[in-house]
T-cell receptor
């Protein structure tokens, strides 16, 4: 069951191109996140959103932008891709509540910037 | 500074041997601690969280506030435990999750 869906799953692009990674969820969660995974560096938070009007930068937001089009959709854009943005990108959602809840991840989008 | 440290990039053990994946954290306050696992060709998923105090797939993790550690343990490793394991924390009310760099566990036959 693909509750958190990312598209595209794989993408190869060239330096300077604009790229959008899309994430949609059917879990009804308000909170959505974009992470980047690099070998040896783990997962690092790029942006997060607690609702459609609340978007926040994470630890590595430079070079990225996001759009929360609806509760269910959260897109990550690279306006001008560069090779060091080659990575595996994960979208995640979390359940609202008073305590930090479980993160639910998409399958990942592998981006290669040549 | 908020940080999660997993000192081992790779941990290899033989089937049936005990396994301990180390996690230390730095946080001013009382964070929530989690272990996430990523099996080959599967999504990253929650393995366990300290607030639940449960054992999942034979794994347990004890929060040691004095040592600021949340090590993951299993008395008898199985081949199907081979995966990438991430320790993570979230500050109360922040809903931001900080991950460690991960430890790849290989269980050898």
């Amino acid at each position: 069951d693909a509750d958190v869906t990312q598209t595209p799953r794989n993408r190869i692009t060239k330096t300077g191109k604009r790229i959008m990674l899309e994430c949609s969820q059917t879990k009804g969660h308000d909170r959505m996140y974009w992470y980047r995974q690099d070998p040896g560096l783990g997962l690092r938070l790029i942006y997060y959103s607690f609702d459609v009007k609340d978007i926040n930068k994470g630890e590595i937001s430079d070079g990225y932008s996001v759009s929360r089009q609806a509760q269910a959709k959260f897109s990550l854009s690279l306006e001008s891709a560069i090779p060091n943005q080659t990575a595996l990108y994960f979208c995640a959602t979390s359940d609202p509540g008073t305590a930090p809840g479980e993160l639910f991840f998409g399958e990942g989008s592998r981006l290669t910037v040549l | 500074a908020q940080r999660v440290t997993q000192p081992e990039k790779l941990l290899s053990v033989f089937k049936g041997a005990p396994v301990e994946l180390k996690c230390n954290y730095s946080y001013s306050g009382s964070p929530e601690l989690f272990w996430y696992v990523q099996y080959s060709r599967q999504r990253l998923q929650l393995l366990l969280r300290h607030i639940s105090r449960e054992s999942i797939k034979g794994f347990t993790a004890d929060l040691n506030k004095g040592e600021t550690s949340f090590h993951l343990k299993k008395p008898f490793a199985q081949e199907e435990d081979s995966a990438m394991y991430y320790c993570a924390l979230s500050g109360p009310g922040t809903y931001k999750y900080i991950f460690g760099t991960g430890t790849r566990l290989k269980v050898l036959a």
